[in-house]
């Protein structure tokens, strides 16, 4: 097979990785890709929401199957526009991707099916927004109703905060126009996890757990990122939690997006608040995670293709996914600044350390080829993740690849998954 991925970040690299292992896959393309796919895929100068280009380009290749990672082109509707064109592309279509589109759409959906999530109101008017937050319980949360680069949510400690978040989303418009409609919502306590699937539009088969790292520092302090780093699985997901999403969440989730008209087929992100009343939906995104994609894929099993394309092809139930049994840690080298100012064009050394490295994996987010030279060209450049037996040695083994990467402003948490050890029981009753 031909494959064609759309996207140029960590999640990516680890989509190109895995698909790399097929022996179904004859060639890869990436667009527009970074320095690291091209290890695995010819990079191809076209942008992820340049949808014409991109078919036009799957048609001349004859391209097998386009797999999208990103969210953007998803909810701006490329699976639409390659399927229009006879081309076939895994994805969910646009009425299936506004699940992560719109965070007030994915809210109305929980409660008009019993979905469990946080309490909440959704505001398109700056005023009557304000109005509210003054009678409101602190903390709170606001979330820009669209997308925003995982950034778009405000955890507000008092009202004067509260009200300085609804100046920055929806008067300043500090999001663009995801900030257009506000969701104001219960504050919710408890462990986050992530569990990301597969879907085909009736059958759901969820891959191993994961947790994320959002903060930009140490002790989830500082601004919220696209991620600092992940890992798998998450010791505070057990059997009985998963028993529960299964029939209270996941299931539910796709019979409503079915009924609802807007069939979801491809992956659907679940991140989970784990409270004392059980777990809750935090949010939907309609794409595999970044940096979740980076611990979640190396520990699976399945050919990734037979997978992709039983989602297409509506026949997911004839498939068991299988994860290896034991931990990935991913920890994020950024570049000091992010997510705010950073510099860019930094040279990266240390990067062919990780050959023929089993267990080891650098996953590029933001690096480009500069005079034959791979340098940084984002706030998060690499993902450095490293298997191990458990959590511990995983973890052990991730902080010791961190040290064989160099460029200046190099930057990382060194806390990730540093968690791991405090298990508590959630009461589902």
């Known amino acids: 097979m031909k494959i064609l991925i759309v996207g140029s970040g960590g999640r990516e690299h680890a989509i190109a990785w895995k698909v790399a292992q097929s022996e179904k896959a004859e060639q890869i393309f ?12 010819q990079c191809v ?44 592309v895994f994805g969910p279509r646009k009425n299936a991707a506004i699940l992560e ?26 005023e009557a927004a304000v109005k509210y937050l003054q009678t409101a319980s602190y903390p709170i949360v606001l979330k820009a109703d669209g997308l925003a680069l995982g950034k778009g949510v405000l955890i507000c400690q008092t009202e004067e905060e509260a ?29 986050e996890v992530s569990v990301l699937s597969f879907v085909d539009g009736k059958t759901i088969r969820t ?9 930009a520092k140490d002790g989830d302090q500082g601004l919220n990122t696209g991620g600092m780093g992940t890992f798998s699985p998450s010791p505070f997901y057990t059997e ?12 539910p989730t796709v019979d409503a997006m079915a009924a609802e008209g807007r069939p979801f087929v491809g992956i659907i992100f679940f991140g989970l ?7 809750k939906v935090l949010e939907y995104n309609a794409r595999f995670g970044d940096p979740e994609a980076q611990v979640v894929l190396p520990r699976m099993k399945n050919d990734i293709l037979d997978v992709m394309n039983a989602c297409i092809d509506g026949n997911l139930d004839q498939v068991e996914l299988e994860f290896e049994d034991n931990a990935a840690v991913c920890v994020v080298l950024a570049s000091e600044g992010y997510p705010l100012e950073y510099q860019k064009g930094l040279p990266i050394a240390g990067l062919e350390k990780f050959k023929n490295k089993e267990g080891y994996y650098v996953f590029h987010a933001g690096t480009k080829y500069v005079d034959g030279q791979i340098v940084t060209a984002g706030g998060r450049v690499l993902g450095v993740t490293a298997k191990g037996a458990d959590l511990k040695q995983a973890r052990k083994n991730a902080y010791q690849a961190v040290e064989w990467v160099s460029f200046d402003n190099k930057y990382c948490r060194s806390d990730i998954g540093k968690a791991i050890d405090e298990v508590k029981e959630i009461n589902l009753d």
Not at 66 to 87: N, R, S, W
Not at 207 to 215: E, F, G, I, L, N
Request: glycine share 10%.
């Open 30 to 41: 990436c667009a527009p890709g970074n320095a690291g796919i091209a290890e695995y895929a």
């Open 45 to 88: 100068d076209i942008g992820a929401m340049e949808f014409e280009k991109l078919a036009a380009f799957a048609q001349e290749k004859e391209i097998d199957l386009t797999i999208v990672g990103m969210d953007d082109p998803l909810v701006g509707g490329i699976v639409d526009v390659f399927e229009q064109k006879g081309l076939r």
């Open 101 to 126: 589109g719109s965070k007030a759409f994915s809210k109305d959906l929980m409660k008009k099916y019993h979905i469990p999530t946080a309490a909440y109101e959704t505001f398109d008017d700056a």
């Open 163 to 191: 009200l300085d978040g609804v100046r920055q989303i929806m008067l300043d418009k500090k999001f663009g126009a995801a900030g257009n409609q506000l969701v104001v919502e219960e504050f919710m306590t408890g462990r």
């Open 207 to 215: 891959m191993t757990s994961a947790q994320d790292h959002k903060r």
């Open 240 to 251: 009985e939690i998963d028993r529960f999403c299964q029939e209270h969440i996941y299931q």
């Open 273 to 279: 608040m784990l409270t004392e009343d059980g777990p």
